[in-house]
T-cell receptor, first 115, second 110 residues
Framework: NAGVMQNPRHLVRRRGQEARLRCSPMKGHSHVYWYRQLPEEGLKFMVYLQKENIIDESGMPKERFSAEFPKEGPSILRIQQVVRGDSAAYFC?????????????FGPGTRLLVL | ELKVEQNPLFLSMQEGKNYTIYCNYSTTSDRLYWYRQDPGKSLESLFVLLSNGAVKQEGRLMASLDTKARLSTLHITAAVHDLSATYFCAGMEYGNKLVFGAGTILRVKS
């Protein structure tokens, strides 16, 4: 049973470019979460999605960041016009979506470096 | 709003010694998680503590939860080098949002 998959594992972008990070949840999971880990810090919640619906985006920066989880395909975290401060590890997690306070299983992360 | 604080943030210990990492949280959290992260890797779930007085053990690690004191501890017994990693505790806010502590970097020296 494959775990949470993320790609790419490493992404280098120049300032002003767009970054697209993909996350495929574990088989049978319908809820996806994105977290960001800045260097030397803990993880910070960004957004919580289920298929075709954003449940909670209270941790998302108001500008340049967006997330989606379409009916078919992976969840996408999109960062437009990246800046150096966006350099971080972005982790996706998934849960079955059958109740509240479910255990979340984390993917390997995407390390984004903005030059 | 849930806040989670860990201490110490950095821990250097000798092999064979015991030590405890503390995790305080600010408001009610029905469950408390402990994760391990190796450098450049993802988070590995270690323990989920669901109720007051819960204690779980796996190998040289033991975690406990005191909901009245809003405190969880991760106790390391007879540390070995393989335990070197960063350890995070996390509470969960209503709505499945995990709130993480800053992490404790553990280095076990031979």
């Amino acid at each position: 049973n494959a775990g949470v998959m993320q790609n790419p594992r490493h992404l280098v972008r120049r300032r002003g470019q767009e970054a697209r990070l993909r996350c495929s949840p574990m088989k049978g999971h319908s809820h996806v979460y994105w977290y960001r880990q800045l260097p030397e810090e803990g993880l910070k919640f960004m957004v919580y999605l289920q298929k075709e619906n954003i449940i909670d985006e209270s941790g998302m920066p108001k500008e340049r960041f967006s997330a989606e989880f379409p009916k078919e395909g992976p969840s996408i975290l999109r960062i437009q016009q990246v800046v150096r401060g966006d350099s971080a590890a972005y982790f996706c997690a998934s849960s079955p979506g059958r109740g509240n306070q479910e255990t979340q299983y984390f993917g390997p992360g995407t390390r984004l470096l903005v030059l | 709003e849930l806040k989670v604080e860990q201490n110490p943030l950095f821990l250097s210990m000798q092999e064979g010694k015991n030590y405890t990492i503390y995790c305080n949280y600010s408001t009610t959290s029905d469950r408390l998680y402990w994760y391990r992260q190796d450098p450049g890797k993802s988070l590995e779930s270690l323990f989920v503590l669901l109720s007051n007085g819960a204690v779980k053990q796996e190998g040289r690690l033991m975690a406990s939860l005191d909901t009245k004191a809003r405190l969880s501890t991760l106790h390391i017994t007879a540390a070995v080098h393989d335990l070197s990693a960063t350890y995070f505790c996390a509470g969960m806010e209503y709505g499945n949002k995990l709130v993480f502590g800053a992490g404790t970097i553990l280095r076990v020296k031979s």
